[in-house]
């Protein structure tokens, strides 16, 4: 039986006439206390997570605390880390 021929079809192109520019507000620098919050969070977490293994057993809420200390200091870190999508 013979092969029908196949149709090659042009490849859609949206009519440029009926878009709309759309203006795109450019976004400042991030103000510098945003960073200093930033890396306010990291450095606390590891501060916290440092503090933990020196000298957990020394402070009190943290020995009540025992594992969750790990949570908030990789919590605070994370913290941290999420702001720098933000961050310009």
């Not at 029908?4 to 006439?17: E, F, L, M, N, Q």
């Not at 450019?26 to 977490?45: D, Q, T």
């Not at 440092?50 to 943290?62: D, L, Q, R, S, T």
Request: charged fraction near 15%; aromatic fraction near 12%; charge should be positive.
């Amino acid at each position: 039986m013979p092969k029908s021929k196949v149709r090659k079809k042009a490849a859609y192109t949206a009519p440029t006439d009926r878009r709309t520019p759309v203006k795109v507000k450019a976004a400042g620098p991030s103000h510098p206390v945003y960073v200093v919050i930033m890396l306010g969070f990291m450095v606390l977490g590891l501060a916290w997570l440092v503090v933990n293994y020196i000298a957990a057993e020394k402070i009190p809420f943290m020995l009540e605390l025992g594992a969750w200390n790990f949570a908030i200091g990789f919590a605070l870190m994370i913290i941290g880390l999420l702001m720098t999508m933000r961050w310009r």
